[in-house]
Structure formats: structure tokens, C-alpha cells
């Protein structure tokens, strides 16, 4: 399977890496866009859309993002969420309740260079 951008894969050379992405933190999310590796979604609905209907299969895609939860990659189908707009927004309001308030303004975290 010919993947965009291999990820993991490309550093290791292993074909199970391929297409593998660290998992980000999700603290701050609401302020840290554009989402994903190489920055596709613009907003938080975006990504929970992706979530709910826009997965594409490949063979290491995560078990927890296939129908069938048994640990293995591969063998089930590609898992779809299938949303409600109520479910959709009440996901992005958890993601907005992730935002620290204090560390976005404290000075000791203000310059990445000290
Ligand atoms: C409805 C459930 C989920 C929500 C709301 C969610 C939310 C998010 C968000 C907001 C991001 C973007 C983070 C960023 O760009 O800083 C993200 C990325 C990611 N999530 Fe999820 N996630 C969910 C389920 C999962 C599951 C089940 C897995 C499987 C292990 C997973 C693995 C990842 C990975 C690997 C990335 C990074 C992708 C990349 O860099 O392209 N997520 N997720």
C-alpha cells in the first residue's frame, strides 16, 4: 500500500510502522491547531468528523480505530463512529474543557528558548 507520508515507517524502515503517528498530548488542544501530523484539520469539528466517518483502512491502522476490538491490526473493518451533530458537539466541548488557562498566560512558560 502506497502511503503520503509514512511516518514512523520512514525512520525505521519497518513495514508495521508505516502510516504510524505518535499519539499527541490532547492538553491545550483547543489552542494548538492546526490538527494532525501535517496539520490537515483547521478546527476541532474537523477532527471529530474525521473521527466519525472520515478514517481510511490500511493495514496498521490502531485497533481501537476497527470494528473488531480484539488487539490485532488488520483484521476488521474500519471503525465508523457515525455521530449525532449532539454527540459531535458534546465531544468538542470536552476537548474545550482540556485548555489550562494559567499555563497559556504564566511567564515561565513563555519563551521555549530559556
Ligand atoms: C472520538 C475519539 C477521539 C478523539 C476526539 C480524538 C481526538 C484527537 C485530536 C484532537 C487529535 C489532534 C491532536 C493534535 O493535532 O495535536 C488527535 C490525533 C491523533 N489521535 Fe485521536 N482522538 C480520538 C480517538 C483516537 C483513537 C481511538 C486513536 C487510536 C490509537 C487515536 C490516535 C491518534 C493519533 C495517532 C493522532 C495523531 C495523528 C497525526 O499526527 O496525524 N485517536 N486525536
Redesign the pocket.
Known sequence: MAYTDQGKGAFTGRAADRGL????T?RN?AV?GP????GRFAT?ME??NH?SDGVADHPNL?F??ETLDDGQAGEAEVLR?DLSQAEKEA?VAF?HTLTDEEVLVDEKYSDPFK
Open positions: 503517528f505518535k499519539v499527541p490532547l488542544i494548538t490538527y494532525m501530523h501535517d476541532l477532527v471529530v473521527y490502531h481501537r480505530l463512529l465531544l476537548l
